[in-house]
T-cell receptor, first 111, second 114 residues
Framework: GEDVEQSLFLSVREGDSSVINCTYT??????LYWYKQEPGAGLQLLTY?????DMKQDQRLTVLLNKKDKHLSLRIADTQTGDSAIYFC???????????FGSGTRLSIRP | GAVVSQHPSWVICKSGTSVKIECRSL??????MFWYRQFPKQSLMLMAT?????????EQGVEKDKFLINHASLTLSTLTVTSAHPEDSSFYIC??????????FGQGTRLTVV
């Protein structure tokens, strides 16, 4: 079945860039997402990318997709304390309506 | 982005009672709604997918008689946890998807069964 994997933790210094990585197994994934979850809250869609793209940039966020390796990354430039959260990678293919989530990466910011 | 409202945000109930959680899409028509369960420090586990006007599709291992889902309109889906027990305590999150490809999430409901 489909599987999405992420590392569980990432710690970066304030002001540095954060790179969160994700791998997935479904070769027919058509949409790949990054969601942010703050403590006790629901999920906020940060950005998404279609599988026919290899990069998408939105302000401080850059998504890179390597479809051959089934690898997705999220880069957050100039990381701020407000970026502390859990970041979920997710994928969806066009034939299924459900979205499959990774385990989430907890991003912590150190001064 | 589109707004999905989930209510209540938190609920405490006695063991053996039933609890209903509502999920509303406020500014778009949600043809599909998803219900997830999240245990502490874990990822979201998809429980079921519901399409307006039809029966929900439950994931393997999810008891459909225990977690009743109703998607009666294009803006409202409900999840009823029947005869709740302490092991049902969890964070339940709904999401809604319409004509847009992305799904928007509610703020979640923390259920505590005592």
């Amino acid at each position: 079945g489909e599987d999405v994997e992420q590392s569980l933790f990432l710690s970066v210094r304030e002001g540095d860039s954060s790179v969160i990585n994700c791998t997935y197994t479904d070769s027919s994934s058509t949409y790949l997402y990054w969601y942010k979850q703050e403590p006790g809250a629901g999920l906020q869609l940060l950005t998404y990318i279609f599988s026919n793209m290899d990069m998408k940039q939105d302000q401080r966020l850059t998504v890179l997709l390597n479809k051959k390796d089934k690898h997705l990354s999220l880069r957050i430039a100039d990381t701020q304390t407000g970026d502390s959260a859990i970041y979920f990678c997710a994928e969806k293919n066009s034939s299924a309506s459900k979205i499959i989530f990774g385990s989430g990466t907890r991003l912590s910011i150190r001064p | 982005g589109a707004v999905v409202s989930q209510h209540p945000s938190w609920v405490i109930c006695k063991s053996g009672t039933s609890v209903k959680i509502e999920c509303r899409s406020l500014d778009f028509q949600a043809t599909t709604m998803f219900w997830y369960r999240q245990f502490p420090k874990q990822s979201l586990m998809l429980m079921a997918t519901s399409n307006e006007g039809s029966k929900a599709t439950y994931e393997q291992g999810v008891e459909k008689d225990k977690f009743l889902i109703n998607h009666a309109s294009l803006t409202l889906s409900t999840l009823t946890v029947t005869s709740a027990h302490p092991e049902d305590s969890s964070f339940y999150i709904c999401s809604a998807s319409g004509e847009l490809t992305e799904a928007f999430f509610g703020q979640g409901t923390r259920l505590t069964v005592v």
